[in-house]
T-cell receptor, first 118, second 113 residues
């Protein structure tokens, strides 16, 4: 079974530029998560989708970050304009669903996109 | 609020040494608890889990026991190998908030031959 795919793996941009990340979850997984992992910290949830609807975006800096999952499958996360403090690894994860039995809630993570803002 | 605190790293051990990585949590009720591992260049993988108090999760020689009286979920391994070098994260799932994970800050383990 293919895992969660993310691209690009690495991205270097200047501040005030824009950048987009792509995620393709495991086939059949209804729930998709984007986490931000700053160096030396644990991942922090930015946004969670259930199919193509947003479940939680309370920690997403909406003045510069946006995300979509139009067909309920793959997703893009965009930053515009980027700031120095956005340098981090952006992790995408998916799970079969976000409710029900514990085994359905296990989140599977992609390899992440490492963003460096100069 | 909900939070997870891990012992700070990095931790450097010799091969076959005993490993303990401390994790304590703050949460309402009795949540499940997870340990995730992140090998260099890879995504996070679920290492082990416990779903209720006094449960012991185990996998690949690692163990952790859910202690509600001390709100702890310390990770242990009796004899580490070079291949265990990775970053370890303790995590708390919030099932009443869509299943999102609250992570500790991570502990980097380096095992020397």
């Amino acid at each position: 079974e293919a895992g969660v795919a993310q691209s690009p793996r690495y991205k270097i941009i200047e501040k005030r530029q824009s950048v987009a990340f792509w995620c393709n979850p495991i086939s059949g997984h209804a729930t998709l998560y984007w986490y931000q992992q700053i160096l030396g910290q644990g991942p922090k949830l930015l946004i969670q989708f259930q199919n193509n609807g947003v479940v939680d975006d309370s920690q997403l800096p909406k003045d510069r970050f946006s995300a979509e999952r139009l067909k309920g499958v793959d997703s893009t996360l965009k930053i515009q304009p980027a700031k120095l403090e956005d340098s981090a690894v952006y992790l995408c994860a998916s799970s079969l669903t976000s409710g029900g039995a514990l085994s359905y809630n296990e989140q599977f993570f992609g390899p992440g996109t490492r963003l460096t803002v100069l | 609020g909900n939070s997870v605190t891990q012992m700070e790293g990095p931790v450097t051990l010799s091969e076959e040494a005993f490993l303990t990585i401390n994790c304590t949590y703050t949460a309402t009720g009795y949540p499940s608890l997870f340990w995730y591992v992140q090998y260099p260049g890879e995504g996070l993988q679920l290492l082990l889990k416990a779903t209720k108090a006094d449960d012991k999760g185990s996998n690949k020689g690692f163990e952790a026991t859910y202690r509600k009286e001390t709100t702890s979920f310390h990770l242990e391994k009796g004899s580490v190998q070079v291949s265990d070098s990775a970053v370890y994260f303790c995590a708390l799932p919030l099932y009443n908030q869509g299943g999102k994970l609250i992570f500790g800050q991570g502990t980097e383990l380096s095992v020397k031959p």
